[in-house]
């Protein structure tokens, strides 16, 4: 299917196949640098934002989500090493394909955003650092809608995906698992110059902002983000459509420093928890104690980085 969407054509039929498929699929291109004239149905698919469409976030303790989509499955992650996507549980060892990078996350947290054939489907970087690894490993291409995740046990494991690590001295290491789906021709990664990127372990050791481009879907589908849990205190999202510069779509919260040291001090202590409108603390104007708005994450960046050649 990748390569049929490299194909060129012409002017004329790819007014029509796009024309159709934003009519589809409700697709709006209103924020692509890019208004018509795509030389390939790829081209359409990974076309970029315009410059200044999704201003960054320029906060302290905020993280960037990776794409747009829809959140789901937002958790911690267990003494096992696991956290559930659908009520089935995941392990991260699996996930990354490394048992010593997966020990880094237990108790931290773990989300899902689905893309959808409208969405945008560049990925960014969720913080500002280096992409210290990238882990390609083989697999299947499954579907990952309802159907696939309900049939095909360990779906996220089975399909081909891509794992991107990126570290800072402040959130510890942040996981971007691109996982493929049914029609996903292939996946190409910023700092490794390759029509798609070669099984194995990569090192590109790319510094990157919060929000420049780490890579694309070409066509497809999923991506899994895992947070240490220095970087991780708890979601405060509602999972649903996420989008920039939407306040009530910010997704977790970093723990304040005096909490991770008590946190730190004390091993015992309570792990982090998924934050729901039920179990919200009360503000002072209701009656509860005064609390300071947790800082989260938003959605989904523009800035693009070109592959590093060696």
């Known amino acids: 299917m990748g390569k049929l969407a490299d194909i060129r054509w012409s002017e004329k039929l790819g007014k029509r196949v796009v024309d159709a498929y934003c009519k589809l699929y409700d697709v709006d291109i209103d924020e692509a ?21 999704r201003p960054i976030a320029n906060e302290p303790g905020i993280v960037v989500s990776p794409s747009d989509g829809r959140l789901e499955s937002t958790g911690t992650i267990d003494a096992n090493r696991t956290f559930l996507v659908k009520g089935r549980p995941y392990r991260v060892e699996e ?45 299947d291409y499954f579907p990952v809608n309802a159907i696939g995740i309900k049939h095909v046990p360990n779906l996220f494991v089975r399909n081909r995906r891509v794992a991107i690590i990126i570290e800072n001295p402040d959130f510890g290491r942040v996981a971007v698992i691109m996982v493929v789906a049914i029609v996903v021709g292939r996946i190409t990664v910023s700092g ?26 070409h066509l497809g589908s999923t991506a899994v983000c895992l947070f240490e849990p220095r970087g991780f205190d708890r979601f405060v999202a509602q999972e649903g459509p996420i989008r920039l510069e939407r306040r009530e779509n910010r997704m977790t919260s970093r723990p304040d420093p005096e909490e991770l040291a008590a946190r730190d001090a004390d091993p015992a202590g309570e792990p982090a928890r998924v934050s729901r409108e039920s179990d919200r603390i009360p503000t002072a104007a209701e009656g509860g104690a005064a609390r300071r708005e947790p800082r989260g994450l938003v959605v989904a960046p523009i800035r693009r980085l070109p592959a590093r050649r060696s």
């Not at 359409?44 to 200044?52: A, K, N, P, V």
């Not at 945008?120 to 210290?132: C, E, N, Q």
């Open 192 to 217: 490794i110059p390759a029509w798609d990127v070669p099984l194995g372990v990569h090192t590109p050791n790319l510094s990157v902002e919060a929000g420049d481009e780490i890579g694309q879907f």
């Open 33 to 53: 640098a890019q208004k018509g004239g795509w030389q390939s149905f790829d081209a359409f698919f990974t076309r970029s934002l315009e410059e200044g469409a």
């Open 95 to 139: 996930l990354l394909g490394d048992a010593h990078e997966a020990a880094r996350y237990e108790g931290g947290g773990g989300c899902v955003i689905y893309l959808s054939p409208r969405d945008y489907h560049r990925v960014h970087s969720p913080i500002a650092g280096t992409i210290v690894e990238v882990r390609s490993l083989p697999g």
